[in-house]
C-alpha cells in the first residue's frame, strides 16, 4: 500500500461518530429545564417511524412553554441527517417555516396555509424514501437515542434536596 492510498478520505457510515455525537447534544442542551427527559422520549418514539419522529418538534414549537424541548428534538433530527449523510442516504430536512409577513389576519392565515403546505410536503418526503434507507435512518435513529439516553443519565442535572429537620410539618433545610 502507497502512502497515497493510506491518506485517501473514508466513504460510508462510521458507528463511533453516534455516541459522540449524542453526547455533544446532551452537554448543549444539560442546562434546559426538562429539556433532556426528552430523550427519553426520542427513544420511545422511534417505533412510530420517521415522519412521526419528525413532526414532533413541530408540536412542541408551537407550545410556547415547549420551545426548547422542540429546538433539542430538531437538533437530534439535524444531526441524523448529516450522520445518514456519511452513509450516503439523503434524510429530507426541509424548513417548514413560512416567510409571509403575519401582520392582518389574511397575511397570518396565507402564512399558516404556506407552512401547511411545506409539513405536507416534508411529510411526503420522508414517506417516499427508498424503503432500505428508511430502515437504515429507523435503526441508526434507534441507535442513537439509545446513546442520548446514556448520556442523559450521566449529565442530567439533578436537583437534590437534603432535609435536615422537619419541625411542625414544614421543611427545614
Given at each position: 500500500m502507497t502512502l497515497a492510498q493510506d491518506h485517501q478520505p473514508q466513504t460510508g457510515w462510521n458507528p463511533y461518530s453516534l455516541d459522540h455525537d449524542a453526547q455533544?447534544?446532551?452537554?448543549?442542551?444539560?442546562d434546559q429545564d426538562n429539556v433532556l427527559n426528552e430523550s427519553h422520549k426520542m427513544r420511545m418514539s422511534v417505533a412510530y417511524g420517521l415522519?412521526?419522529?419528525?413532526?414532533e418538534h413541530l408540536r412542541l414549537l408551537s407550545d410556547?412553554?415547549?420551545?426548547?424541548?422542540?429546538?433539542?428534538?430538531?437538533?437530534?433530527w439535524d444531526k441524523l441527517e448529516?450522520?445518514?449523510?456519511?452513509?450516503?442516504?439523503?434524510?429530507?430536512?426541509?424548513?417548514?417555516?413560512?416567510?409571509?409577513p403575519d401582520k392582518t389576519k389574511e397575511e397570518k392565515k396565507r402564512k399558516q396555509e404556506d407552512e401547511s403546505k411545506k409539513i405536507k410536503a416534508m411529510a411526503a418526503r420522508i414517506w417516499k424514501m427508498p424503503i432500505e434507507d428508511q430502515r437504515v435512518a429507523l435503526m441508526v435513529l434507534t441507535q442513537f437515542?439509545?446513546?442520548?439516553?446514556?448520556?442523559?443519565?450521566?449529565?442530567?442535572i439533578r436537583m437534590v434536596i437534603h432535609l435536615r429537620s422537619l419541625k411542625n410539618g414544614k421543611i427545614c433545610l
Open positions: 455533544e447534544l446532551v452537554i448543549q442542551n444539560r415522519e412521526r419522529f419528525w413532526g410556547r412553554n415547549s420551545q426548547e424541548k422542540g429546538r433539542y428534538w430538531k437538533s437530534v448529516a450522520i445518514l449523510k456519511t452513509a450516503d442516504i439523503e434524510l429530507p430536512n426541509d424548513s417548514v417555516k413560512s416567510n409571509l437515542c439509545d446513546a442520548l439516553v446514556w448520556w442523559t443519565q450521566r449529565y442530567k
